[in-house]
């Protein structure tokens, strides 16, 4: 075997097929082709914001928050094929469920307090601290307990929890 065909092993775990399977090479092409738009989006997004400093009001600053949660999620999409097991996949791995959870957080709280907002008439400026706390601090642990407990690892097309931990996967 040839190093490449080694290489296309490590990344292709999902299918236990050949490393020259299509499967992988499509699953992975279309994750860094939507990872890349993503990227695009949201760098061009960050930039209206800079461009037209709309970061003054709360509900502009938690789209600016939400846009650095999809911009770092994103990169882990970007990433390059699943590592080996070792730290590096446990990275990608982390990076990828600590990202995701935030920008769900973020999309959450920006219609929490839109309904605030709009239809109990609340003022919610007060609430920006447990805002960032719910939106950067539970994504943390959530990210943080597979890790602690070693189940992360390489996942099919990327590195993420392993097989051998479905109910984790669910309850992630």
Not at 28 to 48: D, E, H, I, P, Y
Not at 87 to 109: G, K, P, R
Request: positive net charge.
């Amino acid at each position: 075997m040839d190093s490449r065909s080694l290489s296309n092993q490590s990344r292709c775990v999902f299918f236990k097929s050949l490393s020259e399977d299509y499967r992988c090479v499509v699953i992975l092409s279309v994750k860094r082709a939507t990872g890349t738009f993503s990227l695009l989006g949201c760098v061009f997004m960050l930039f209206v914001i800079w461009l037209l400093r709309r970061h003054h009001s709360l509900a502009q600053k938690m789209i600016l928050s939400l846009t650095v949660a999809a911009f770092f999620d994103s990169i882990a999409y970007v990433m390059g094929e699943t590592h080996p097991e070792g730290s590096l996949c446990d990275f990608q791995a982390w990076w990828l469920t600590y990202f995701d959870w935030s920008a769900l957080a973020w999309v959450c709280l920006i219609t929490l307090n839109l309904y605030l907002n709009l239809v109990r008439e609340i003022s919610t400026n007060r609430y920006e601290m447990y805002y960032h706390l719910m939106a950067w601090g539970v994504p943390l642990v959530m990210a943080s307990l597979p890790l602690l407990k070693g189940y992360y690892g390489p996942a099919g097309a990327w590195c993420w929890i392993t097989d051998g931990h479905v109910a984790w996967r669910f309850g992630m």
